[in-house]
């Protein structure tokens, strides 16, 4: 059974910090490896990693994935109250394009 | 505008009644997928589509049925038999190839049993 954990749960910071989301994951027949984020209702697609060591960057967030530790980072960097929301992994297989999901970890950035 | 379109947005049930979901998407995407969010949790896979009139089960199917007739559309039924409905239920989309597939989120319905 695949599946995908991410750490931690929850995280307050201020705004101008930096932020480390991580995502570690077991699955059979890997794909690809996505994050979205999740304010109060539809996930918005940030990353799609399919190669172990490329950063995808936008803006302020990068991503990177280890397809050896098979896990991956998010991270924001000068923080701001917009990034608040709860940011999601996901991890596409090769068989149906089914994509299994971690928990979540919601981020809260404070003035 | 291309997307994806749920309705309604909220829903409220009373206990032992069926209640349809539905999903509608203009993307011209071959794969449709229905998942449940429990509050403080990550997305759950009820069902999915790759192709018209085939769908597959996902991890939580009992109590729940699909239908796809249409490569835009694919409904969710909440029957009686789902013990607790209660939940945020988003439907998405996507292509499907071998370089990895995003996919594509519904603003999501929240089904409320009273």
């Known amino acids: 059974e695949d599946k995908v954990v991410q750490s931690p749960l929850s995280l307050v910071v201020h705004e101008g910090d930096t932020v480390t989301l991580n995502c570690s994951y077991e699955?059979?027949?890997?794909?690809?490896l996505l994050w979205y984020k999740q304010e109060k209702k539809a996930p918005t697609f940030l990353f799609m990693l399919?190669?172990?060591?490329i950063e995808k960057k936008s803006g302020r967030l990068s991503s990177i994935l280890d397809k050896k530790e098979l896990f991956s980072i998010l991270n924001i960097t000068a923080t701001q109250t917009g990034d608040s929301a709860v940011y999601l992994c996901?991890?596409?297989?090769?068989?149906?394009?089914?994509?299994?999901f971690g928990g979540g970890t919601r981020l809260m950035v404070k003035p | 505008d291309g997307g994806i379109t749920q309705s309604p947005k909220y829903l409220f049930r009373k206990e032992g009644q069926n209640v349809t979901l539905s999903c509608e998407q203009n993307?011209?995407?071959?794969?449709m997928y229905w998942y449940r969010q429990d509050p403080g949790q990550g997305l759950r896979l009820i069902y999915y589509?790759?192709?018209?009139?085939?769908?597959q089960k996902g991890d939580i199917a009992e109590g729940y049925s699909v239908s796809r007739e249409k490569k835009e559309s694919f409904p969710l039924t909440v029957t009686s038999a789902q013990k607790n409905p209660t939940a945020f239920y988003l439907c998405?989309?996507?292509?499907?190839?071998?370089?990895?597939?995003?996919?594509?989120f519904g603003p999501g319905t929240r089904l409320t049993v009273l």
């Open positions: 998405a989309s996507s292509g499907i190839g071998t370089g990895g597939n995003e996919q594509f």
């Open positions: 699955v059979t027949n890997f794909r690809s």
């Open positions: 399919t190669s172990s060591g």
């Open positions: 996901a991890v596409e297989n090769n068989a149906g394009n089914m994509l299994t």
């Open positions: 993307l011209n995407h071959d794969a």
């Open positions: 589509s790759q192709i018209v009139n085939d769908f």
